[in-house]
C-alpha cells in the first residue's frame, strides 16, 4: 500500500519563526489533506491540496504529484499552533495518514 | 449542520465488557469512515461505509469489531471482550463521496479499559 512520510518528527520553534513541514508518498495519490490535531485531539481540515498551491492567512501549502510530496509553510507562528500536523493522501479510494509532525511554539 | 458528532466523548470500561461508539456524520455525506488513534500516532484506518454498504475493513479490525450504518445515516463501531489494547481514540469522518474525498473528522470517542 501507499506509504506516506511526513518530516521531520518533531519540531520546537520560538514564537514568530517560520517552518516547513514535508509529506512525502511512495505512490501516484488522488488526493491530499493537511490536518492541524489541537490538544483536545479534533483533526481539522487545513487544505485539501491535492497538487498547485493555496494559501489561508498565515498558512500555505504546495503539492508536487509529480514528484510525490507536499509541502505546508507556517509563517509568523503563534503559540496556538502548537500540536500535531498530519498528512493524509488518497489512493485506490483509501486516506491513508503519515506518522505527523509534533510542532511546539514556544513564547 | 453542525458537523460530525461522536458519542461518547470518553469511555471507561472494564476488560471484557462491550462497549458501542456512535458517529452522526454531516448530512448527506455518503461516505462514513472509521479511524483508530493510539498516542504518537496517526490515525489508521479501520473500516468505511458508502451510503448503507461496508467497503472495506483493515485487517485491524479483529472479529471483535463490527460496525453498521443502517439506513446510510448515523454508524456505530461496537467492540466486544475488551482487551486493554483496544485503548484508544476512535474517529469518525464522512465526506461526499468518490472524487469528492475532503474528510471532516469528529471530535473523537476516547476508550480507555482496565
Known amino acids: 500500500g501507499i506509504q506516506v512520510e511526513q518530516s521531520p518528527p518533531d519540531l520546537i520553534l520560538q514564537e514568530g519563526a517560520n517552518s516547513t513541514l514535508r509529506c512525502n508518498f511512495s505512490?501516484?495519490?488522488?488526493?491530499l489533506q493537511w490536518f492541524h490535531q489541537n490538544p483536545w485531539g479534533q483533526l481539522i481540515n487545513l487544505f485539501y491540496i491535492p497538487s498547485g498551491t493555496k494559501q489561508n492567512g498565515r498558512l500555505s501549502a504546495t503539492t508536487v504529484a509529480t514528484e510525490r510530496y507536499s509541502l505546508l509553510y507556517i509563517s509568523s507562528s503563534q503559540t496556538t499552533d502548537s500540536g500535531v500536523y498530519f498528512c493524509?493522501?488518497?489512493?485506490?479510494?483509501?486516506?491513508?495518514f503519515g506518522k505527523g509532525t509534533r510542532l511546539h511554539i514556544l513564547p | 449542520d453542525t458537523g460530525v458528532s461522536q458519542d461518547p466523548r470518553h469511555k471507561i470500561t472494564k476488560r471484557g465488557q462491550n462497549v458501542t461508539f456512535r458517529c452522526d456524520p454531516i448530512?448527506?455525506?455518503?461516505?462514513l469512515y472509521w479511524y483508530r488513534q493510539t498516542l504518537g500516532q496517526g490515525p489508521e484506518f479501520l473500516t468505511y461505509?458508502?451510503?448503507?454498504?461496508?467497503?472495506?475493513k483493515s485487517r485491524l479490525l479483529s472479529d471483535r469489531f463490527s460496525a453498521e450504518r443502517p439506513k446510510g445515516s448515523f454508524s456505530t463501531l461496537e467492540i466486544q471482550r475488551t482487551e486493554q489494547g483496544d485503548s484508544a481514540m476512535y474517529l469518525c469522518a464522512s465526506s461526499e463521496g468518490p472524487g469528492a474525498n475532503v474528510l471532516t473528522f469528529g471530535a473523537g470517542s476516547r476508550l480507555t479499559v482496565l
Open positions: 448530512s448527506e455525506h455518503n461516505r
Open positions: 505512490d501516484s495519490v488522488n488526493n
Open positions: 493524509a493522501v488518497v489512493g485506490d479510494d483509501k486516506i491513508i
Open positions: 461505509f458508502q451510503n448503507e454498504a461496508q467497503l472495506e
